[in-house]
């Protein structure tokens, strides 16, 4: 079971899809790898921190956007409440 709801739309008058990732309170510090290099722009976030790679993890700001490298392996480290992020191929 995934530690995330999520749900895709299409770009108006595109053809270009996004992903809205909802990440539960409850979610324990797990690693990801995606396929395509993404970007991520937050949209509600308290204390929740990225970490890609062997980098040191970063507070995820609100209206921040962050790029994650194809085939990279990064976390999301757990806050309070929800992280909800927008994900699309960059």
């Known amino acids: 079971m995934k ?3 999520e749900e895709s739309f299409i770009k108006h008058g595109t053809k270009e899809s996004y992903t809205i990732r909802t ?3 409850e979610c ?5 790898k995606e396929k ?4 991520i722009r937050v949209f509600t976030s308290n204390g ?3 970490q ?3 980098d040191q993890p970063v507070i995820m700001e ?6 994650i490298p194809k085939n990279k392996f990064y976390r999301v480290l757990k806050g309070q409440g ?5 994900l699309e191929i960059i």
Do not use: A, H, M, S
């Open 52 to 54: 890609i790679g062997e």
């Open 82 to 86: 929800n992280l909800v992020v927008r």
């Open 28 to 32: 324990d510090d797990l690693w990801f």
């Open 62 to 67: 609100i209206g921040k956007q962050y790029n």
């Open 36 to 39: 395509d290099t993404k970007r």
């Open 23 to 25: 990440f539960e309170d």
């Open 48 to 50: 929740w921190e990225l």
């Open 3 to 5: 530690p995330y709801t």
